[in-house]
């Protein structure tokens, strides 16, 4: 693999159901993120982790929960998926460090429909 | 907390015109910034980022952006476009060395370039 990599590419989920977005780093990053994109509102950061084993809120954490057991994996999840909930989301990561430079690379994004 | 304003949500132009679009952000302290671009059904690219030292900044593709801290401004530039930049633009902010601050975007403009 190189860079990002999120699966699924696209679900259609009826609400309600528990749902696992997957997202996977090769580049060693020690930061990750998960953003919902919702028009006009630009990226919203839901949850962050700065480094393995630990993770944060972002801006719109409410309904989703992460984990960070590894590097490179940092899964989303959707306990009980609510129609509010359709987003494109992306997964990104960056090396921070003492100097704050943080770009961050983005993953394909996967499309959530919730009915 | 920080917040990022793009003046305008849609631009409309004919190829070779010159494009000029807005960000401003709200935070008083030492910032980096980003332009990232998002083609029709990919994810974001990053296009052209400020860290430090010159404040007129060189991207991919003939991007430029201008840095002016004292209006809280970091625009995007083309001189001249291409059918092909047809796609949605977005200005991003990381306050640098405050701990618990991430990347926070703007609501993000989309570009249409008629041939």
């Known amino acids: 693999i190189a860079g990002i990599t999120q699966a699924p590419t696209s679900q259609i989920l009826a609400a309600g159901r528990r749902m696992t977005l997957r997202c996977t780093q090769d580049m060693r990053h020690n930061a990750m993120y998960w953003y919902r994109q919702d028009l006009g509102l630009g990226l919203r950061l839901i949850h962050y982790s700065n480094t393995a084993g630990t993770t944060g809120k972002g801006e719109v954490p409410d309904g989703y929960s992460v984990s960070r057991a590894n590097t490179d994996d940092f899964p989303l999840t959707l306990a009980s998926a609510v129609p509010s909930q359709t987003s494109v989301y992306f997964c990104?990561?960056?090396?921070?460090?003492?100097?704050?430079?943080?770009?961050?690379?983005f993953g394909p994004g996967t499309r959530l429909t919730v009915l | 907390a920080q917040s990022v304003s793009q003046h305008n949500h849609h631009v409309i132009l004919s190829e070779a015109a010159s494009l000029e679009l807005g960000c401003n952000y709200s935070y008083g302290g030492t910032v980096n910034l980003f332009w990232y671009v998002q083609y029709p059904g990919q994810h974001l690219q990053l296009l052209l980022k400020y860290f430090s030292g010159d404040p007129l900044v060189k991207g991919i593709k003939g991007f430029e952006a201008e840095f002016i801290k004292s209006k809280f401004s970091f625009n995007l530039r083309k001189p001249s476009v291409q059918w092909s930049d047809t796609a949605e633009y977005f200005c991003a902010v990381i306050p640098i060395k405050a701990a618990g601050n991430k990347l926070t975007f703007g609501g993000g403009t989309r570009v249409l370039v008629k041939p």
């Open positions: 990104a990561s960056s090396l921070e460090n003492r100097a704050g430079h943080n770009e961050q690379f």
